[in-house]
C-alpha cells in the first residue's frame, strides 16, 4: 500500500477534511491534496509529524509492503479517536454566524436594560428633593419599582429567546469540532471586517468605563453637600456604563462566534479543558459572593456601599482564574 494512500485512509479515518489536516500540519491544502494523489512526498520533518498525529509509526508511512492490517497493536484506536470530533459544514458555519449576527445588538440591548433599570430611581430621588413636585418616598420607590420592572421584564425574554434559539448549536460549544473544506477561510474573513469594529468598540468602551467610574468617585463627596441630588451623577454613571456594557458585548458575541470557528482564544482545544475545569469552580465562587452581597446588604439596608462587592469579586475571581489558568496549562502540555 502506497503512502499516498495510507495518508488519505488516516486522514479519513480521523473524521479530518484535507483544510483541517493541513492547518494541523502547518501546510498548505494543496500539499495534501499532493501528497494523496501520489503528485508529490511530504518532507522527514512532516513525515513525523503525522506519525504523531496518527500515532503510527514513520515506518509504517514510508513501507509500500506494509497496510492496515499491520498497523502496530495499540495504535488502532484512530476510529474512536475520529468519534470525538463533529464536522461543521460551511452552511452550518454561516447559519451559525448569521445567527450571531442577528442575536449581538438584542442581547447586548437586553445587558444595557438591566443596568439603566435602576436610572429611574435615581432620577426621582433627585427629583423628590424639589419641595414644589411634592414626591414622596413612597412614590419614588413605587414608580421607581415599576419602571424598574419595564426595563427588566423585556431584557428577560431577550435572553430566554436567544436563549432557545441557541440550543441548535449548542453542539459546537459543547462538542470537540472539525470544520469543512471552506469554513475556515469565511471564519477569516468575516474576522478581518470585525477586526477595526472590535478595536473601535473596546477603546469607546474602555473610555465610557473609565468617565462612569470618575463620576462614582466624585459622587461620595458630592453626597454631603447635596444630599439626595448626588444621585443624578450616580444615574449617568450607569447610563455610561451601561453604553459600555452594550458595545463590549455586541462585538464579544460576534468576535467569539468567529474564534469558536477558528478554535482560537478561549475556544482553543487545550482553554476548553480549562473552561470546563473552571465552570464548577466560577459557579461555587459566584454562589458565595452572592451570599455575601445579601447577608451585608439586607441587614444593613445599605445598599449605596454594598455594590461595591461586585467590582472586587471581578478582580479576585480574575486573579483566581489566571493562577489556575496556569497550573492547568502546566498540566495540559507536561
Known amino acids: 500500500m502506497i503512502m499516498a494512500d495510507k495518508i488519505s485512509e488516516l486522514r479519513k479515518k480521523c473524521g479530518w477534511t ?12 494543496q500539499a495534501i491534496s499532493k501528497w494523496e494523489s501520489a503528485q508529490s512526498v511530504p518532507d522527514l520533518n512532516n513525515l513525523e509529524k503525522m506519525s504523531q498525529l496518527f500515532n503510527v509509526s514513520t515506518d509504517f508511512l514510508i513501507k509500500d509492503e506494509l497496510d492496515m492490517d499491520d498497523l502496530v497493536p495499540g495504535r488502532q484506536d484512530l476510529e474512536a479517536d475520529a468519534n470525538v470530533l463533529r464536522s461543521v459544514s460551511l452552511q452550518e458555519a454561516n447559519d451559525f454566524l ?13 445587558a444595557a436594560l438591566c443596568i439603566v433599570s435602576f436610572v429611574p430611581l435615581s432620577v426621582l430621588g433627585v427629583l423628590s428633593e424639589v419641595p414644589q413636585l411634592g414626591i414622596s418616598e413612597n412614590q419614588v420607590a413605587f414608580v421607581g419599582g415599576a419602571l424598574l420592572f419595564v426595563c427588566v421584564i423585556p431584557a428577560v425574554m431577550i435572553f430566554i429567546i436567544f436563549g432557545l434559539k441557541a ?16 469554513v475556515r477561510g469565511m471564519a477569516k474573513e468575516h474576522k478581518s471586517q470585525l477586526q477595526s469594529r472590535l478595536i473601535t468598540h473596546v477603546t469607546t468602551g474602555v473610555a465610557l468605563c473609565v ?20 444621585q443624578a451623577l450616580f444615574g449617568l454613571s450607569l447610563v455610561l456604563a451601561a ?3 452594550y458595545l463590549f458585548v455586541s462585538i464579544g458575541i460576534r468576535w467569539g462566534a468567529v474564534q469558536l470557528l477558528l478554535q482560537e482564544g478561549d475556544w ?19 454562589l458565595a459572593v452572592i451570599a455575601i452581597y445579601l447577608a451585608f446588604s439586607l441587614p444593613t439596608n445599605d445598599w449605596e456601599r454594598s455594590w461595591v462587592i461586585w467590582p472586587v469579586a471581578g478582580v479576585v475571581f480574575a486573579i483566581i482564574y489566571i493562577v489556575v489558568e496556569a497550573r492547568l496549562k502546566a498540566t495540559y502540555h507536561q
Open 18 to 29: 484535507q483544510e483541517s489536516f493541513a492547518h494541523r500540519l502547518g501546510v498548505s491544502r
Open 98 to 110: 448569521a445567527y450571531k449576527d442577528d442575536s449581538a445588538p438584542k442581547i447586548a440591548l437586553g
Open 167 to 182: 440550543n441548535q448549536f449548542k453542539y459546537l460549544t459543547e462538542e470537540a469540532i472539525d470544520t469543512a473544506y471552506g
Open 211 to 230: 468617565l462612569a467610574l470618575g463620576l462614582l468617585i466624585t459622587s461620595g463627596p458630592l453626597a454631603q453637600m447635596w444630599g439626595k441630588q448626588w
Open 243 to 245: 453604553s459600555a456594557v
Open 268 to 286: 482553543h482545544p487545550t482553554q476548553r479543558k480549562i473552561g470546563k475545569r473552571m465552570a464548577p469552580i466560577a459557579a461555587v465562587y459566584w
